[in-house]
């Protein structure tokens, strides 16, 4: 446990918690006092050996299988969560998937799927946490906020990717989402705000970092000289969620070492 408890006494829901930047909040999360929802749909043992890991330093967390894409799936998933915790106070839209393919051999299905789940499933369990947020009131014990909904986005909200062209749409389009959601909540004081990583250590990039020399190529693309690591984008998180940011509304945090940065141009141009 950490010594502050910046999120003591608050519920969080991270989706797509068994690996990765997800697996990292939740354990940063459950450090600083949340009660967390570990939401997976594959790697059942990995998701147990973490529910080890938070009771270990004293913290609680429960596991729900559901994949965010499906509407009846989401709203089980909250109902099990509100059981279980009574209600949620912090939503982290985690769960996002690439299939990538050349433009021309995109199938309709890769398409389809990666929008379903990396801007679908953002939209299905933000709607759910909205109402419940607004079910339930404020606390003001434990937050100034009435909820807080963080979206998992990427450099590639902003940054085109060839090859990619399904997640980066997908990308944009939780870009749009948050900011839209942040208009329409804020009034009601519920904070929806983005973070956007870079190349950050997990999974889903490991041909990007996994041998030394596509690391050194990658290295091109990071100004500051380093590939991330998930407690990176944890720690902000985490900060995203505590009242330490309770200014901080609509907002698109780019945690990528600077690759946004167009680091092409320092050489040419
Ligand atoms: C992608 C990674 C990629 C990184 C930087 C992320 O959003 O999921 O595969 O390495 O962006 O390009």
């Not at 998937?97 to 199938?107: L, W």
């Not at 190529?217 to 100004?223: A, C, G, R, V, Y």
Request: charged fraction near 20%; glycine fraction near 8%; aromatic fraction near 6%.
């Amino acid at each position: 446990m950490n010594q502050n408890q910046r999120l003591k006494g608050q519920s969080a829901m991270i989706t797509g918690a068994n690996s990765g930047i997800g697996k990292a909040i939740a354990l940063e999360m459950a450090k600083e006092g949340a009660r967390v929802v570990i939401n997976y749909i594959t790697d059942e043992d990995a998701v147990q050996s973490m529910i080890e890991e938070i009771k270990s330093f004293g913290g609680t967390a429960v596991a729900i299988e559901a994949d965010v894409s499906q509407e009846d799936q989401v709203k089980a998933m909250f109902i099990q969560m509100i059981k279980s915790f009574g209600t949620i106070d912090i939503l982290v839209n985690n769960a996002g998937i690439q299939k990538d393919s050349a433009f021309i051999d995109m199938s309709l299905q890769e398409w389809q799927l990666v929008l379903n789940v990396n801007l679908t499933g953002q939209f299905l369990c933000a709607r759910e946490a909205t109402i419940e947020f607004l079910r339930r009131g404020p606390v003001p014990e434990r937050s100034s906020a009435l909820g807080k909904i963080i979206c998992m986005s990427s450099v590639h909200q902003t940054i085109p990717w060839a090859g990619h062209v399904n997640y980066a749409t997908s990308k944009g389009g939780v870009s749009m989402l948050m900011k839209s959601m942040a208009q329409e909540l804020g009034k009601h004081k519920i904070r929806v705000n983005s973070i956007a990583p870079g190349a950050i250590k997990t999974p889903i990039n490991r041909s990007a970092w996994g041998t030394p020399e596509a690391e050194a190529k990658l290295l091109e693309l990071i100004p500051y000289n380093r590939v991330g690591e998930p407690l990176d984008i944890a720690k902000a998180a985490v900060w995203l969620a505590s009242d330490d940011s309770d200014y901080v509304h609509g907002s698109t945090l780019f945690i990528d070492g600077g690759m946004t940065l167009y680091p092409g141009f320092s050489t040419n141009g």
